[in-house]
């Protein structure tokens, strides 16, 4: 077993909670490592309150073990994963299905002045006219915004 | 207890009880946006709560869930600030600024601990706290001057001072623009200790896992 078949077998996980998107593609696994038939697997969560965690965590071990391994699953709780860790193909998949990417992160943390400016593109129909409606949505890394344009309201990833 | 577990637990405590306050506007806040805000708010801090824990957990021995619901509610390490049960607006919103505006300072000082498990830990926290201080910052500024809410932070001002450890209550007090409280008031509002407000909450939230003991869920 090779660490890049792991690595593609862990690419076709989808995100509980965002299934266009896999947990690859999402940037949270952060290193494999195999030896002999133990694969190390150490992933970050997103946000610290997401409930998928335990989901990942378990789907992550059953895909080493379809694959032969014997799984250690390792929840890295620092501070290495940031939505800039969400991949090119990623970012697409997500606008692809409504849910607007994150904007890149600055050297500081995101201000409600950003949050509220026309740096924010609408993923149905391009247009920059759109507003916060919430900085909370139906997951922690979701907020919610209305698109002028078309008339839409839509689901915007948080960049932290 | 070593110092570390002990700032650990009562950092954890902290957010696992203001977790579960904020919950409590969950399907009755004001509006549907608030509704969607507090849940989520409190979503995250018990989601920092379970995190605090587990590395406390490894210092002590035991499990985060043993830790979160298996101790008396005097072994609680929460401040008075996150125990009261304050359900209206006015309080909520100025419990809520008066504890982000506090908890920034607690966690930029823990970002550039030495303890480099404790420093990653609050950095990651510290990015997803960035908007709960946006939303805490966006109602206190739009309640500024309602009587109630002035009122409000007057009356919490000294439990959110509490909150912190000595050397960061001065910096508070700047951010904040209210002179310290007297250290005789300060004393009445330490951690710990059995309040009733806090046993009440207790029975509520340790009433599953206290319903079949060491059962997996």
Known sequence: MTEAAVWEALAEIPDPEIPVISLVDLGVVRDVAVDGERVRVEFTPTFLGCPALD???????EKVRELGGEPDVLVVS??????DKITPEGREKLRAAGLAPPTPREASAPTLLQLQSSAFRCPYCGSTDTKLENIF???????????????QPFEQFKTI | MSERAQRLLELAD????????????????????EDVAFSSIAQNEIGHARALYE??????????????????PDEYRSAPLVTLRRLDWAHTIARHWLYETADELRLAELKASEDAE?????????????????????????L??????????????????????????????????????????????????????????????????????????
Request: hydrophobic letters at 40%.
């Open chain 1, 137 to 151: 949505g139906p997951t922690p890394c979701r907020s919610v915004r209305y698109c002028a344009s078309c008339r």
């Open chain 2, 14 to 33: 902290d957010e696992l009880i203001l977790g579960w306050r904020d919950s409590e506007w969950t399907g009755i806040a004001p509006t549907l946006e």
């Open chain 1, 55 to 61: 989901v990942m965590r378990d789907a992550m071990a």
């Open chain 2, 144 to 217: 500024r001057n309602d009587e109630r809410f002035e009122s409000a932070v007057e009356e919490l001002w000294p439990y959110a001072v509490a909150v912190l450890p000595e050397s960061l209550r001065p910096a508070l007090s700047e951010r904040v623009g209210r002179p310290l409280p007297s250290n005789s008031l300060l004393l009445t509002l330490g951690r710990g200790g059995e309040k009733d407000e806090l046993r009440e909450l207790h029975a509520e939230m340790t009433m599953v896992r206290r319903s079949i003991p060491g059962a997996t869920w």
């Open chain 2, 55 to 72: 590395l406390a957990a490894q210092d002590l021995g035991t499990t985060a869930d043993a830790l979160a619901f298996d101790r008396r």
């Open chain 1, 78 to 83: 620092d501070d290495s994963w940031s939505s």
């Open chain 2, 118 to 142: 404790v420093a990653g830990l609050a950095a990651k926290m510290d990015r997803e706290e960035a908007y709960h201080r946006m939303h805490a910052q966006m109602w206190a500024d739009r």
